[in-house]
């Protein structure tokens, strides 16, 4: 069982994280267009990620006996000036995230809903990582500079990456990572 109140902002936290997943769709399109198929392989894999904490919230949501309201998903922007361009908006969107994740776990505690503040907990913990890893890139981008040669070679380190989170939800989100 859930506040009214909770349930609602778990549903708007479902229609934020499929935002996420739907921008970084757009950055991987773009970048796969513009020639950069590493970054485009990085924000492919974290469209993956984005749908899968959507989907997590959709399963404890539904678990707990509320409604599922699924609103409309804004669109991305589709053009992005640069590779430094993608990643400094995608930190400020997870900055946001975080916020709004952080307000989420705020309300829990005001409302003594232990099930929820646990449940939070994974995604306080994600978004750690998930700001660091945009940091490090961004980092990389501003010493890489105008250098084409040096893009490349971040581009092939960022083809490498995987994800090992459930694609599959006929069971639920919940299972192991
Ligand atoms: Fe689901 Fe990138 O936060």
Redesign the pocket.
Known sequence: MLHQEMANALNKQINR?MY?AYLYLSMSNFSDKSGLKGFANWFMVQYH??TY?AMKLYGYVQRQGEDVVLDTIKAPQAEFKSALDMFTLTLEH?QY?TTSINELMDLAISKKDHATQIFLEWYIT??VE?EENDNDIIAQLKLIGDNPHALLMLDRELAGRSTNVPTDFTKGAEQEE
Do not use: L, M
């Open positions: 994280e996420s990620e984005e904490h997870e995230i994600e978004q998930e």
